[in-house]
């Protein structure tokens, strides 16, 4: 691991110098990610390397330990004065309990509110702002769940940036992440709502069609890349033109995870070979 490490620390190094960035700590986190994503090795390593975020925001683990110690010790203070109640004070000791428990269900509430932080923090990708690897497989899962016996009205769509190693080495991986997070702005505009993006890993993301047609869901994946070959993505003096090639495949009943990401992926194997393409697997 120590050689990976090194080889990644060297490589991030060499990109801040070619895009004229000095190593300080948030460029060096990001140049040093977006190497591991493109190498793949992300949720391998992490949290292993101490330039990957824990999977739990430090601020909001901070505040549920204070929430935590709020509650004991307002329970210590209930179970204090009930271990040393006497008759004359029974009517102050039931105020002070109501007034305990008030004080307790507010901490409860702001500590609920802190664990839905902490897990919506655990299924978006830092960078772009989507939903991650672990959100899809939690999503589609369930969805798949319903669909042991039937076919659903369920599509799935990969999209992955033709060529995107060359636009790394060739302007660096800062502008590389400024291309996907400008490439998925285009992509969020181009579908509906109600459908879901993942970042897979790297350049690859996945769109879930759930409740969608083949057609529908084709006519989208033509729309975006159609709009992503015809923008230009300006950064600073640099003008650079990309496209995408995607998989495209139908829910059949019995998939799980495994299978119907495999026959995407397929899918879009065969659409890297024309380029600017989709293909679709049966």
Same mark, same amino acid.
């Given at each position: 691991?120590?050689?990976? $490490?090194?080889?990644?620390?060297?490589?991030?190094?060499?990109?801040?110098?070619?895009?004229?960035?000095?190593?300080?700590?948030?460029?060096?986190?990001?140049?040093?990610?977006?190497?591991?994503?493109?190498?793949?090795?992300?949720?391998?390593?992490?949290?292993?390397?101490?330039?990957?975020?824990?999977?739990?925001?430090?601020?909001?683990?901070?505040?549920?330990?204070?929430?935590?110690?709020?509650?004991?010790?307002?329970?210590?203070?209930?179970?204090?004065?009930?271990?040393?109640?006497?008759?004359?004070?029974?009517?102050?000791?039931?105020?002070?309990?109501?007034?305990?428990?008030?004080?307790?269900?507010?901490?409860?509430?702001?500590?609920?509110?802190?664990?839905?932080?902490?897990?919506?923090?655990?299924?978006?990708?830092?960078?772009?702002? %989507?939903?991650?690897?672990?959100?899809?497989?939690?999503?589609?899962?369930?969805? /798949?769940?319903?669909?042991?016996?039937?076919?659903?009205? /369920?599509?799935?769509?990969?999209?992955?940036?033709?060529?995107?190693?060359? %636009?790394?080495?060739?302007?660096?991986?800062?502008?590389?992440?400024? %291309? !996907? $997070?400008?490439?998925?702005?285009?992509?969020?505009?181009?579908?509906?709502?109600?459908?879901?993006?993942?970042?897979?890993?790297?350049?690859?993301?996945?769109?879930?069609?759930?409740?969608?047609? !083949?057609?529908?869901?084709?006519?989208? *994946?033509?729309? %975006?890349?159609?709009?992503?070959?015809?923008?230009?993505?300006?950064?600073?003096?640099?003008?650079?033109?990309?496209?995408?090639?995607?998989?495209?495949?139908?829910?059949?009943?019995?998939?799980?995870?495994?299978?119907?990401?495999?026959? *995407? !992926?397929?899918?879009?194997?065969?659409?890297?070979?024309?380029?600017?393409?989709?293909?679709?697997?049966?």
């Amino acid at each position: 691991m120590e050689e990976i $490490i090194l080889d990644i620390s060297n490589k991030t190094l060499e990109e801040l110098k070619k895009a004229s960035k000095l190593p300080y700590p948030l460029y060096y986190k990001n140049v040093f990610n977006s190497i591991l994503q493109e190498r793949g090795l992300l949720e391998e390593l992490n949290p292993k390397i101490l330039c990957i975020a824990p999977d739990l925001n430090e601020e909001i683990l901070t505040k549920t330990m204070e929430s935590i110690k709020t509650i004991f010790s307002l329970s210590e203070d209930i179970r204090k004065n009930i271990k040393n109640l006497k008759p004359e004070n029974i009517e102050d000791l039931k105020k002070n309990i109501e007034r305990n428990l008030d004080l307790i269900q507010g901490e409860l509430d702001l500590l609920d509110n802190d664990v839905e932080d902490a897990y919506h923090q655990l299924l978006i990708d830092p960078l772009t702002k %989507v939903y991650n690897k672990r959100a899809l497989k939690q999503d589609l899962n369930t969805i /798949l769940s319903k669909g042991k016996d039937k076919n659903l009205d /369920l599509v799935i769509a990969v999209i992955d940036i033709d060529n995107f190693k060359k %636009v790394n080495e060739k302007y660096g991986h800062l502008i590389g992440d400024f %291309v !996907l $997070i400008k490439v998925i702005e285009i992509v969020r505009k181009n579908i509906r709502k109600e459908n879901y993006i993942y970042r897979y890993e790297g350049d690859k993301f996945v769109i879930v069609f759930n409740r969608s047609t !083949l057609e529908l869901a084709e006519n989208s *994946v033509k729309r %975006v890349l159609y709009k992503v070959f015809n923008k230009k993505l300006k950064y600073k003096d640099n003008l650079i033109h990309v496209s995408l090639s995607a998989g495209i495949t139908q829910h059949k009943r019995g998939d799980n995870f495994e299978t119907i990401i495999k026959r *995407v !992926l397929e899918a879009l194997t065969l659409a890297k070979l024309e380029k600017n393409s989709y293909k679709i697997k049966d």
